[in-house]
């Protein structure tokens, strides 16, 4: 399918919290606090064989932590970005920082419906997100935890539009499928293992 990209406008003020999430934990330097937890494990996979994995929902994205070295799956995350042929403006190994920090669609991205991914409001029955112009940016952050271990950070943001009347924008709230999606892409492709299907 085909995307219409505008610049990252929309990533800018979120990114410098997540690029801080990378450079704060670098060295020795003393243990940062998580964020606050907005809810309970989301699932959890791997055990004694494989890339292990664990999500939780986070106020400022969903947390995945993998047991695989961060330059492995910083490079597979590329793929899954490509695999939802969205294009990345932003790519850099020294923050851990890879994504599209803007661009616009409707109704659905990458073969998902636009009311599972996000919540932008609208009438019962008839979501805004199904019929609105929707502006979105998806940046994931690769941060060492040590042991071996990595954390995934991904943050998705966006605002809708009604293409009727410009200027009528509102805010979107991410149901967190397509950060799942994104982390269950990258666990089986550090496994060798067949990605999951879009849906």
């Known amino acids: ?6 610049p990252g406008v929309i990533g800018v003020a979120m990114l410098a919290a997540v690029t801080c999430l990378s450079s704060c934990a670098a060295g020795k330097a003393p243990d940062i606090t998580p964020a ?22 986070r106020i400022d994205g969903v947390e995945a932590t993998f047991a695989a070295p961060p330059a492995t799956v910083f490079t597979a995350l590329g793929s899954v970005f ?43 029955g008839m979501p805004n997100a199904e019929t609105y112009t929707i502006r979105m940016s998806v940046l994931s952050n690769v ?20 293409p009727s009347y410009p200027g009528s924008g509102v805010n979107c709230a991410s149901s967190g499928a397509l950060e799942d999606r994104i982390a269950a892409d990258l666990r089986a492709r550090l496994n060798n293992r067949q990605p999951p299907l879009l849906h």
């Open 143 to 162: 941060n060492d935890v040590g042991n071996g271990t990595t954390r995934l950070i991904t943050v998705v943001q966006a605002s809708a539009e009604n």
């Open 82 to 124: 490509a695999s939802l042929e969205l294009p990345l403006t932003l790519r850099d190994s020294v923050t851990g920082t890879i994504g599209n920090e803007g661009f616009k669609f409707r109704r659905t991205f990458a073969n998902i419906q636009s009311r599972r991914l996000l919540d932008c409001g609208g009438t019962s």
């Open 36 to 57: 606050p937890v907005t809810g309970v494990p989301m699932g959890t996979g791997g055990g004694t064989r494989g890339f292990g994995l664990e999500m939780t929902k």
């Open 1 to 6: 399918m085909r995307h219409s990209f505008l």
